[in-house]
């Protein structure tokens, strides 16, 4: 697991926000036919989420209320 800061990717955010990829994941057959990888991954995430923070949380902290 990995602990610390991670690096934006301006790459990786705007392909994530892209309309066609969000349908691609909505409509994926694998969501369906694993449940348990995804239940795996969902864990997988939570726990990254708590373990790092984004460079960009860093630097928009002191604006956030």
Same mark, same amino acid.
């Given at each position: *697991?990995?602990?610390? /800061?991670? @690096?934006?990717? /301006? @790459? @990786?955010? /705007?392909?994530?926000?892209?309309?066609?990829?969000?349908?691609?994941?909505?409509?994926?057959?694998?969501?369906?036919?694993?449940?348990?990888?995804?239940?795996? !991954?969902?864990?997988?995430? !939570?726990?990254?989420? @708590?373990?790092?923070?984004?460079?960009?949380?860093? /630097?928009? *902290?002191?604006?956030?209320?």
């Amino acid at each position: *697991m990995k602990i610390g /800061i991670r @690096k934006p990717s /301006i @790459k @990786k955010s /705007i392909a994530a926000r892209n309309p066609v990829t969000q349908a691609k994941r909505k409509y994926s057959v694998k969501k369906y036919t694993d449940p348990v990888g995804t239940a795996k !991954k969902r864990v997988y995430n !939570k726990v990254y989420d @708590k373990t790092t923070i984004s460079l960009l949380d860093l /630097i928009l *902290m002191p604006f956030k209320k």
